[in-house]
């Protein structure tokens, strides 16, 4: 069996969602599990508004109808009007209504996540819907009912002994009798809970499923050609990889590749299953496969990632930076849930960039001991090159460099914007 993942670009309008039935009519025979995302940029129009609905502002009603308007405008375009796709997706957006009509009283993480996963959830009905109606039997699965987790909200861990034993239990006799569609980005808390996964992490729940499942490979759809070596929409003579190995990809989407969300390869590696990379306005490509192998690369590999803070923390008596000190601000980035991007460490400093979170931050600084002063910049951006060459770092480093830092295969610069 495979799986498939079809990301915002690729279900944004009824004309994307047509041509994900196109693309879906080449694979009626083999057991099919689609993974889907929020349309468009609906992720985004919900965590302004649960963003606005926390902090008690008066656009919360606004922001809701025009997501709602957004999803039937669509659904209008693919159904007739008594369809019953009508009452499902308005079903669904009662949810946010039920939060929204009372003032808040959980922490924003919270919030935030039982607000946030309703886009996957209204893109996959209309999706499933649409399969149906053009004859391919499709059957709609609550991603919540297989993927477990812990209750860290907006960045919810696996159990994966769990999810595996309620995957494997029902899905593969579900394909057995046509596709299945569900939705990324979303899990559930043993007390029953709705928890994300991460910003964009679509692509890892593909990979969960896939991984439990012992699929035959995974095929993310986007709007490039395959993976490239750096973004197009910032970059003018990108060059497109036809493979690449898992470890390259690891790397890649670590630094801030979006192409891919970090946490996808590794459940793929696990289990040796192949990863493909395709443009789904041309089905017929080939994109890029990643895989297990060993495959020399030589051209540079760009990667910028903006919204970056770069902090150092110095001791106030001039004394060294003790292993007992790094121990204790590494355990403060973890309770933070911060990830660190790039560290340097001196007799007397501890310097270190990372994304900028101004609640993840915030935590941070709290937890730091009373023994180091801080410092930080903010509004920097991080560009990470694989495998550089003076030729390259010529070509895109540029401005004010705040940190720079290199081994044998990358070179990492954090800049001022």
């Not at 025009?66 to 957006?93: A, G, M, P, W």
């Amino acid at each position: 069996m495979q799986v498939f993942k079809f990301g915002g670009a690729s279900v944004k309008d009824a004309t994307a969602i047509k041509n994900i039935g196109t693309i879906l009519q080449s694979y009626t025979s083999k057991p099919l599990l689609i993974v889907v995302s929020a349309m468009g940029k609906t992720t985004n129009a919900l965590e302004k508004l649960a963003e606005s609905y926390f902090n008690q502002r008066n656009d919360v009603h606004e922001i809701f109808e025009e997501v709602k308007n957004y999803h039937f405008e669509i659904i209008h375009q693919l159904f007739d009007q008594q369809h019953s796709v009508y009452d499902e997706v308005s079903n669904t957006f009662v949810e946010i209504d039920w939060i929204i009509e009372d003032e808040p009283v959980d922490e924003y993480d919270f919030i935030y996540d039982q607000i946030v996963s309703i886009g996957e959830l209204v893109s996959s009905k209309i999706i499933g819907q649409y399969l149906n109606h053009i004859g391919l039997t499709t059957k709609w699965l609550d991603a919540r009912s297989y993927i477990q987790t812990d209750n860290v909200y907006r960045e919810a861990h696996i159990n994966w002994d769990k999810t595996s034993e309620l995957i494997q239990k029902d899905i593969p006799k579900i394909l057995a009798n046509g596709f299945a569609v569900t939705q990324g980005f979303i899990g559930n808390t043993s007390e029953n809970f709705t928890t994300t996964l991460g910003r964009e992490g679509s692509d890892y729940t593909a990979a969960i499923f896939a991984s439990c499942l012992n699929a035959e490979s995974v095929t993310v759809w986007k709007d490039v050609s395959g993976i490239l070596n750096a973004d197009p929409k910032l970059f003018d003579d990108c060059i497109k990889f036809d493979e690449l190995s898992y470890e390259e990809a690891i790397e890649m989407t670590y630094y801030g590749a979006t192409v891919i969300h970090p946490k996808t390869i590794k459940p793929l590696q696990n289990k040796h299953i192949p990863l493909y990379v395709k443009p789904f306005l041309a089905p017929h490509e080939s994109g890029t496969v990643i895989r297990e192998a060993t495959i020399a690369i030589s051209t540079p590999i760009i990667i910028v990632k903006n919204s970056q803070v770069l902090i150092t923390l110095h001791t106030k008596d001039l004394a060294f930076v003790t292993e007992n000190q790094v121990s204790d601000i590494f355990k403060a980035f973890a309770d933070a849930y911060i990830k660190v991007n790039t560290l340097q460490i001196s007799a007397l400093t501890f310097s270190a960039s990372f994304d900028f979170d101004e609640n993840k931050f915030d935590r941070f600084k709290t937890l730091l001991s009373a023994d180091l002063d801080l410092r930080y910049n903010t509004d920097l951006k991080l560009i990470t090159i694989r495998h550089p060459n003076n030729e390259a770092i010529k070509k895109h480093v540029s401005g004010e460099i705040y940190l720079e830092e290199r081994n044998r295969n990358t070179a990492h610069f954090v800049i001022k914007v």
